[in-house]
């Protein structure tokens, strides 16, 4: 599976953007998907996942109420919805392809990673 992030940009707090995650190679209409973001000297994060289906989804507490997570099995794309935007939301966003048929908040039960989308959000 091959995973195209695009979607990233510089914005000003307050502002909103859309992330979207493009699947090529294979189906994942049976698997769970998630986005993860790295800030800058950081560990890895979870953003916010969804299930296969679209009906299940979960986030950080740090997003939640300002982002969402969506997804369109018809054209394997997954988005990230971003509201209200705050410098700490600042850092790279990755898309995953789950292992399984929701969207784990851990990495480790993500099978794929698509490479990356910087966001950054000026004060």
């Known amino acids: 599976v091959q995973l195209q992030a695009s979607g990233g940009g510089l914005v000003q707090a307050g502002d909103s953007l859309r992330l979207s995650c493009a699947a090529s190679?294979?189906?994942?209409?049976?698997?769970?998907m998630g986005w993860f973001r790295q800030a800058l000297e950081k560990e890895r994060e979870f953003v916010a996942g969804i299930a296969w289906s679209g009906d299940s989804t979960s986030y950080a507490d740090s997003v939640k109420g300002r982002f969402a997570i969506s997804r369109d099995n018809a054209k394997h794309t997954v988005y990230l919805q971003m509201n209200s935007l705050k410098p700490e939301d600042t850092a790279v966003y990755y898309c995953?392809?789950?292992?399984?048929?929701?969207?784990?908040?851990?990495?480790?039960?993500?099978?794929?990673w698509g490479q990356g989308t910087l966001v950054t959000v000026s004060s």
């Open positions: 995953a392809v789950a292992y399984r048929a929701y969207g784990s908040k851990l990495a480790g039960e993500y099978a794929y």
């Open positions: 190679g294979r189906t994942i209409s049976n698997n769970g």
